[in-house]
């Protein structure tokens, strides 16, 4: 039997089930449900607020044949191809490890590809402000004219490190901190769904201490 880390099994697989960031979810859902989905996205704010899981799902309903009020279905080829880790057309970029000229090249090399499975290639570069400055300016050319299949989401906890030409050609969206209230309840859910007895006043503590992430 595989075991799963518990953030990846509890991460969010829709918008319904994100914790806060109400503003971020209304809006973004509005986006798909008109199909005027953006082609480059900024999700910043502090560590543990969602950018990433938020990134994920858009990168699913995109792609989702039958969502609901711009939420993914979860039943669809591409969706259960995507909760699989299968699906081709979801890019993951880790800037802090990844940060150079040539792997920003690689990007502008296939980006012109067309999807595999999906009708959108996402590509998600995480802590975007790590990318070096030629990788950054070779990346705004990429950002300037994007083929109409593709969207990028750059998430970063440190959106002033990030060139601000950069910046101004996406659409920028600041993640708040969870409020403690939420956190406990998601907790709670979750130590209920595990079977685990844990003291309610634990959790409290836990999630009072939390500074408002849910990491």
């Not at 990846?8 to 503003?23: E, M």
């Not at 081709?88 to 590809?113: M, T, V």
């Not at 070096?132 to 950002?143: E, G, I, P, V, Y």
């Amino acid at each position: 039997m595989t075991s799963q880390v518990y953030y990846r099994k509890w991460r969010p697989n829709n918008f319904a089930n994100l914790a806060g960031q109400k503003h971020i979810r209304t809006t973004i859902q509005n986006a798909i449900i008109k199909e005027r989905v953006s082609h480059s996205y900024l999700f910043c704010g502090p560590r543990g607020t969602g950018k990433t899981s938020t990134a994920r799902i858009l990168a699913k309903a995109v792609n989702c044949l039958n969502h609901d009020s711009g939420d993914p279905c979860n039943h669809c080829d591409p969706c259960v191809s995507f909760n699989d880790g299968t699906f081709l057309d979801l890019i993951e970029l880790d800037a802090a490890s990844n940060r150079g000229i040539d792997d920003i090249r690689e990007i502008r090399e296939k980006i012109n590809f067309s999807p595999v499975k999906g009708r959108r290639k996402v590509y998600i570069i995480d802590e975007a402000h790590m990318l070096t400055d030629a990788a950054s300016n070779a990346f705004l050319k990429t950002l300037e004219e994007p083929p109409p299949h593709v969207i990028f989401v750059l998430c970063t906890t440190e959106a002033n490190r990030i060139l601000p030409t950069i910046v101004s050609r996406c659409q920028r969206f600041d993640f708040r901190r969870i409020g403690s209230d939420l956190i406990y309840g998601r907790l709670t859910g979750i130590t209920e769904a595990e079977g685990v007895n844990v003291d309610p006043e634990a959790i409290r503590l836990v999630a009072r201490h939390a500074s408002g992430s849910l990491r």
